[in-house]
């Protein structure tokens, strides 16, 4: 990974110095140097995942209709630094525009994390009902009381899977003592206690190096994230449980939102927002079409019954617990899109 990453660097590196080098001959280049409003965001992903594929799009189709007024520009991969640190950044202000999980989010806005809630969803429909919906203008208007401003529209990470480089997990038993990396989530860490595993908290720049170095055995992520992650590289099984959904919001810091005009606002927010829906349907359509690819990396998929998984997170008091954390009001908006959990 750290390869691909220098790779990429490099490249951006090789495009920079030929734009400057066709400054003196192509006048229009340096027009497009000048951009009024440069605004850095930065993200987890690998330039391959579609939530890059499809910002590099938005920012396309931005600097095009600004006139050039208005540039994104794209830190993916973790170049900014690990989760934790570009959360720090985007408050202050030392970048512009961030996307994170919501479930990652809940260390600074707690309630981000009720969309990942074990087993809440039962398919897209519902999540994107909730998530564009009142659940979803809830959070946001949370995310607002800590000087970050989100998007309307939430990208996919997708439903969560179980990978690990011991053993498939086809019942809660498997997961006994299982040492398994989770993103710096209280939700996560909590939700893997109550299933008896062995969960430890890692960023997810370092998350490939944990399984390589097995430090940890087991991890859990969509399928475009294994796949562009390179994750089979280090992990033998997958298990389709999608305990979890969450999806990233995309975040912008709340004074460099408002130094852009009203009109530039509304452009920007436009193509983000359409790009969001088109990352949508890739995930979406990934999260089939990947399994054959992982295969051929020499996966192994199963997919346990989660009913038991759910039974055991109800009796270790999980679903009680978390109720207690978010309160009867959120907790009732997301049951107006789940099943219940009593
Ligand atoms: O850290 C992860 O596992 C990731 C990339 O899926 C999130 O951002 C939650």
Known sequence: MSSYSRRAFLHTLGAASMAAAGTSIFPSVVAAQTAQYKLKYANNLALSHPLNVRAKEAADAIKKETGGRVELQIFPNGQMG???DMLSQVRSGAIDFLTQGGVVL???VPVSAINGIGFAFRDYSQVWAAMDGDLGRHIRTEISKVGLVAMEKPWDNGFRHLTSSVKPVQSPADLKGLKIRVPVSPLWTSMFKALDASPTSVNFSEAYS?????VVDAEENPLALIETGRFYEVQKYCSMTGHIWDGFWFLGNARSWSALPPDLQAIVAKHLNAA???ERADIAA???SLIGKLESHGMVFNKPDIQPFR???QKAGFYDQWRKKYGEQAWALL????QKFA
Not at 335 to 338: A, P
């Open 311 to 313: 039974a055991a997170l």
């Open 276 to 278: 969001a829906m088109a």
């Open 210 to 214: 944990a399984l390589q170095t097995k």
């Open 286 to 288: 990934l999260s089939t």
């Open 335 to 338: 049951e107006t899109y789940t």
């Open 82 to 84: 690990t989760d934790t």
């Open 106 to 108: 809940s260390t600074l």
